[in-house]
């Protein structure tokens, strides 16, 4: 299973990169290959609003299409924003934008079928507005949504992660029900 993990954070060294080393490590026991887009090292583009899109893939130039070439690849997608100001951070929103109106619904919604899951990053207060936010992105590309009991949501106040047992606990159940779904749905399909 090939999973595409979406990072929104603009820190390199902040709590999401050792989220990722911690979905590195689960990717690893469980032999699923993770490609791993760090938002912030891509150029994304603000909507134009042109509407042209809603009837052929938009043309403002930047890294969307590149990015939208690596979801389609995958089997699996985890969305991992960072929570500013209430919301998901001003780059992820961007690409939510970018790629759902000017990608995925002037192509029918080619990521339907995939594996979602979302881990969200932040301080406290407005974690389930931001999963929430993403949990209707996922629906409305059509993806299948893993859900793994409580979501994984990392407070960044913590420093460590490893402090926080039961988003570490959420993040390994998430990787688990993954590949579990993409088990079951590719015997059914096979």
């Known amino acids: 299973m090939k999973v595409c993990v979406l990072v929104g954070s603009s820190r390199k060294n902040g709590l999401s990169s050792h989220i990722c080393a911690a979905l590195q490590d689960q990717f690893r026991i469980r032999g699923l290959a993770g490609n791993f887009i760090n938002l912030a090292d891509k150029r994304i583009e603000f909507c134009d609003a042109d509407n042209f899109c809603q009837f052929s893939p938009c043309t403002v130039p930047d890294d969307i299409p590149h990015i939208l070439a690596d979801m389609q690849a995958a089997d699996g997608i985890i969305y991992m924003p960072v929570m500013h100001a209430f919301g998901t951070n001003s780059k992820f929103q961007a690409f939510l934008e970018r790629v759902g ?16 899951a979302i881990i969200v990053v932040g301080r406290r207060y407005g974690h389930t507005a931001v999963y929430s936010q993403i949990m209707l992105n996922i629906m409305l590309n059509k993806m299948i949504m893993a859900g793994s009991g409580f979501p994984a949501l990392f407070l960044g106040m913590l420093g460590d992660i490893q402090d926080d047992s039961e988003a570490l606990e959420a993040l390994k159940q998430t990787v688990d029900r993954m590949h579990e779904v993409h088990q079951r749905f590719w015997n059914i399909r096979v």
Request: glycine content about 6%; charged content about 25%.
């Open 101 to 116: 109106y000017g990608y995925l619904r002037p192509l029918n919604r080619p990521l339907v079928d995939k594996i979602a």
